[in-house]
T-cell receptor
């Protein structure tokens, strides 16, 4: 089974609709992230969470919100979807090591979202 | 402004034809450089982390190196299954004492049999 899973894998929605993308992990990591990927652009950080009570905005958080329901679950919501939120969305976890300050991020399979 | 630039954007090789991908960066306070492989419709797959100039890491036909300004991903005798987009990312200090990854746009590698 995959360590980081995302649901749904594909989603088509209409402008103005509220949708939620879900992420679950079995890696036991505290830190979780949401990114979006657009053609011709690098991955960009939307939100990140260092633990259940610590949630922070990333570079492009406008129009998005998140919920960290448990250590293993981190959901991304689009409150009122718009066409320019059409993108590939990735969840990631990291194995941050306090002793060294080093970490590696591991990505889920992605959710392809189309907003009409 | 922190920037990561990957070149070339696309590279076509014949099977067995070795080459290198480049990742140059202008950031303040590098906290690690990462290489990922991404297949179409899938999430990035972690390959390597490099932390200091002169460091090298190897895995099968791939070898990553790091200098103070750039990193190279060398591919020796590539096979068609090496075809993918290779992403470079640098970890930098960011807001509130946290850190973040800054990604390049990737190099799309195609290896023809």
């Amino acid at each position: 089974d995959a360590d980081v899973t995302q649901t749904p894998r594909n989603r088509i929605t209409k402008t103005g609709k509220r949708i939620m993308l879900e992420c679950s992990q079995t890696k036991g990591h505290d830190r979780m992230y949401w990114y979006r990927q657009d053609p011709g652009l690098g991955l960009r950080l939307i939100y990140y969470s260092f633990d259940v009570k610590d949630i922070n905005k990333g570079e492009i958080s406008d129009g998005y919100s998140v919920s960290r329901q448990a250590q293993a679950k981190f959901s991304l919501s689009l409150e009122s979807a718009i066409p320019n939120q059409t993108a590939l969305y990735f969840c990631a976890t990291s194995d941050f090591r306090y002793t060294s300050g080093q970490e590696t991020q591991y990505f889920g399979p992605g959710t392809r979202l189309l907003v009409l | 402004e922190d920037q990561v630039t990957q070149s070339p954007e696309a590279l076509r090789l014949q099977e067995g034809e070795s080459s290198s991908l480049n990742c140059s960066y202008t950031v303040s306070g590098l906290r690690g450089l990462f290489w990922y492989r991404q297949d179409p419709g899938k999430g990035p797959e972690f390959l390597f982390t490099l932390y200091s100039a002169g460091e090298e890491k190897e895995k099968e036909r791939l070898k990553a190196t790091l200098t103070k300004k750039e990193s190279f991903l060398h591919i020796t005798a590539p096979k068609p299954e090496d075809s993918a987009t290779y992403l470079c990312a640098v970890r930098i200090y960011w807001q509130g004492g946290s850190e973040k990854l800054v990604f390049g746009k990737g190099t799309k590698l195609t290896v023809n049999p």
